[in-house]
């Protein structure tokens, strides 16, 4: 079966400084997968370069089976990746509903969520349709954020520290977004600081350091494997 995120060998440069030294690592559809590392590790890098974000890129992506490395930006989209960047780009003078709107469908992708179905999913934002984006509080953006991707067909979500800086009742608002995605059968590669948001969450955890995958865990594994993950992550 082919998998939805098949990444080989990655390296990937900002201008002359090389980031990620040979990242490798498998998602198979419908899988919540979570990159583990400290600051500066290679975590967002590595989102970024699967859309080709960065600078130079070598290795292999595959995409169900489609090999990207050689592909702009815009194509790789249109394979049926939603990118969720840690800084959200909630545009400040238009509603919630039109920053829900504004993307278009992906050609290609399967059909998007319709936004029935995503004020089902996101009740608060069906309240605060009407509402500024930047008067929205930090967890509505955040939600907002994700809801946007939904509506475009993706099936693979990239999600970037969605959980950063939110109040706990957020956060496990958050989790339950990701079970209910999971559910309906996204795939899902989260980069995450906070361990214990994605511990329940994850299939499988990549921790990276300097540019590489260094420990591989299973969520079956988490338990016995702590002592390396605490020594690694300092969690």
């Known amino acids: 079966m082919t998998a939805a995120l098949e990444i080989a060998n990655l390296h990937a440069w900002y201008g002359e400084s090389h980031i990620l030294h040979g990242i490798s690592l498998s998602v198979e559809a419908g899988e919540v997968v979570t990159l583990l590392g400290r600051n500066g590790a290679g975590r ?10 960065t600078g130079r890129r070598t290795g292999s992506i595959k995409v169900n089976g489609v090999e990207a490395i050689g592909l702009p930006t815009h194509k790789i989209a249109h394979l049926g990746i939603g990118y969720c960047p840690e ?5 400040a003078s238009l509603s919630a509903e039109e920053n829900l709107m504004l993307p278009p469908q992906l050609q290609g992708a399967g059909a998007g969520m319709t936004v029935d ?17 930047t008067r929205l509080s930090g967890g509505e953006q955040q939600m907002l954020a ?8 993706a099936r693979l ?3 970037d520290e969605i959980s950063e800086g939110l109040a706990p009742v957020i956060v496990q608002s958050l989790a339950r ?9 996204y795939t899902i590669v989260m980069v995450e600081q906070n361990f214990r948001f994605a511990a329940p969450l994850a299939d499988r955890f990549y921790v990276i350091e300097h540019g590489q995958v260094v420990e591989t865990i299973a969520a079956a594994e988490l338990n016995s494997r702590m002592p390396v993950l605490t020594e690694l992550l300092g969690v």
């Not at 967002?44 to 974000?53: C, D, P, S, V």
């Not at 800084?87 to 545009?91: A, H, L, V």
């Not at 994700?146 to 067909?153: D, E, K």
């Open 157 to 159: 979500l990239l999600l």
């Open 177 to 185: 977004m990701i079970t209910a995605l999971k559910a309906k059968g």
């Open 87 to 91: 800084e959200r780009g909630i545009f």
């Open 44 to 53: 967002t890098t590595t989102l970024r370069a699967i859309l080709g974000l």
């Open 117 to 133: 179905e995503i004020y089902a999913m996101f009740p608060n934002l069906y309240e605060r349709r009407n509402s500024q984006g």
């Open 146 to 153: 994700v809801a946007r991707i939904l509506r475009t067909g």
